[in-house]
């Protein structure tokens, strides 16, 4: 039995060794990158049973990438290197503030994806199905391959959690809005951060973006804004809040982070506060530490930051 399972693609990472923009760099770093994978390395690290599926093409990057999910201890027995296409690749500058980030994820063997590619006994064998829009804005094949995915979790009773991931680099927000709004209504669990919810509505009015939250049954979890997480649930809007962090490295992976946290609580049986309290305290953490998921932290660091949190919290 898995906690969570979550699928989407995992791609090469290319940024500077040095702390410079692309453009000013020779020498590349390899990595990998990949909003699920993130989380389920995350997840595999808080010590909850995670597996990750998704389709790379039998290359060096795939390689590479099913051996570190491997080692982090993340199940990778669904994923398949294929000759559909090529592993996806994503560049990024490494630079404090906004950093740029170029996709070579065209024709890729994980955007060529499609419902007869998932397993449901794998999606059954979870508690939660962990997915995010950056697989909708893959291709039509991944939207319909999602709506599968959604379909078969509650037909064996699994949870269901869906973190938008906009990235207008890879769709329109109009198609964007098509995909998310119904299917955020549709799952238990939506985990937007509030930059996205402006974007989704077409909106700056915070009280008219609840108020379109309030309309679904699903829990929302409602990310950003300046050092509170709102759990969004029977018409309420509770704050969880958190301390905002002086020394931030790289922020790219504190969503990804937060979802880890989140789930790992809800998957052991925290209450929606608690869990959002433990995803504030990983996506935090994150971006202290360079890269997209090598700061996630284990369990024990977590505790211990847990406790000491509690007690100035309280
Ligand atoms: O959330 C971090 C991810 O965005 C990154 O690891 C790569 O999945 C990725 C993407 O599509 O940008």
Known sequence: VLDVVTFGESMGLLMPLRAVALEQTELLVKGFGGAESNVAIGLARMGSKVGWFGRMGNDPFGRTILKTLRSEGVDVSAAALTDEGP?????????AGKINVYYNRKQTAASVMKPEHLDEAYIASAKVLHITG?????????????REAIRLAKKNGVKVSFDPNLRLKLWTIEQAREFVLPVAAEVDYFLPGLDELRLLYNTEDERAIFNKLHEMKTTSIVKGGEGATYVVQNG???????????????TVGAGDAFCAGFLAGITRGMSDEEAVRQGNLLGSMIIQIEGDWEGMPTYEE?????NNAKHIER
């Open 87 to 95: 592993t996806g690749v994503m560049f990024r500058d490494k630079v």
């Open 134 to 146: 950056i697989t909708a804005a893959l291709s039509e094949s991944c939207r319909e391959t999602l």
């Open 302 to 306: 977590v505790q211990a930051k847990m």
């Open 236 to 250: 309420q809007a509770t704050p969880v809040r958190y301390e905002l962090v002086e020394n931030v490295v790289d």
